[in-house]
């Protein structure tokens, strides 16, 4: 065994695809459900991810209570299964935490869990809802990942593995909430040309976007019947709407004509906590925002 592990780390040395390449931009976007980062921040994975960053995505709850027919462990297993579906599509690893939807508390458990999956990705990036949103999980999240944003710099909590060398920007994910104070977007990313692939990885997860989010929103009826039909649906279904404050962003990081002509569009906010970017830090990061 021991022999085993001197060739892995050999390997690790001369093999660059196995050893972590320092200069790789590294992301991680934490979202409560199996397929929220996916809605939230899919087109830009995608146009990460095909710049070469290591980007993931981690699901805080297994999404097992998410259906009106369906439930418990083989929920589960349906939903990780759309999920790594979705991963694949999106050029992204997909990781789900086994804690169960619908009953997510800002417990110190989870906290540590997602301590160690910022730490253990090595992250410069780190994505998630605020925590204001109507749904618990999704407000949790925000607050574990908030609670997470010190702590993973600090080498005694979650003692085991070792903090992160820097403390990460973290970014919040674009939400419609007003109070107490509404969403404002610092980022605003031009996805239009990759949107018919965020609408295909979406189309993974097939048990939320044509059975259980038409269920409860009581549009079932509007599911296309025909399964060719459905991703064109989507896409009318699942746009992100351009509210005056995201044009008035894109007009600042594309230009005027250009900013107003963008039809599709994912929007984050800075948090205060972790490490704050200058308009330099965040043009390396997110090269598409040097176009103008
Ligand atoms: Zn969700």
């Known amino acids: 065994m021991k022999h085993l592990l001197y060739i892995l780390a050999a390997l ?20 409560a459900h199996p397929d929220d980062c996916d809605q939230d ?9 095909q ?35 979705a991963g694949k599509r999106f050029g992204v690893t997909y990781d789900v935490l086994d804690n169960h939807d619908g009953e997510l508390v800002p417990s110190l458990d989870v906290r540590l869990q997602i301590i160690r999956k910022i730490r253990e990705w090595n992250a410069d990036i780190v994505m998630a809802p605020r925590p204001n949103d109507y ?14 944003a010190y702590m993973v710099a600090v080498p005694n909590i979650a003692a085991e593995t070792p903090p992160s060398k820097k403390n990460p920007i973290f970014l919040y994910f674009q939400d419609f909430f007003q109070r107490p104070n509404p969403f404002r977007p610092d980022i605003a990313i031009d996805i239009s040309s990759v949107f018919d692939q965020k609408i ?14 038409p269920w409860i929103g009581g549009y079932s009826e509007q599911v296309p019947k025909n399964i060719s039909d459905r991703e064109k ?5 699942r746009d992100i709407r351009i509210t005056p404050e995201v ?13 107003a002509q963008i039809k599709h569009v994912e929007a984050f906010e800075i948090c205060e906590y972790g490490t704050q970017p200058k308009e330099e830090d965040l043009k390396r990061l997110f090269p598409m925002l040097r176009m103008k």
Request: aromatic share 10%; hydrophobic share 40%; with cysteine.
């Open 247 to 259: 044009k008035a962003s894109l007009e600042k990081w594309y230009g005027k004509d250009k900013g």
């Open 41 to 49: 921040a899919g087109g830009t994975a995608i146009l990460l991810s």
């Open 233 to 237: 649906w989507l896409a009318t279904n």
């Open 51 to 85: 710049l070469g960053y290591a980007v993931k995505f981690v699901a805080v709850t297994n999404g097992d209570a998410g259906h009106q027919s369906e439930g418990g462990g083989q929920l589960a297993k349906r939903r990780y299964a759309e999920a790594q579906e």
């Open 135 to 148: 749904h618990p999980d999704h407000r949790y999240t925000g607050v574990l990942v908030q609670d997470a």
């Open 12 to 31: 690790a040395i001369c093999v660059p695809s196995l050893a972590q390449n320092n200069n790789q931009i590294r992301v991680i976007m934490i979202g």
């Open 200 to 213: 295909h990885a979406l189309d993974a997860h097939a048990s939320q976007f044509y059975e259980w989010l």
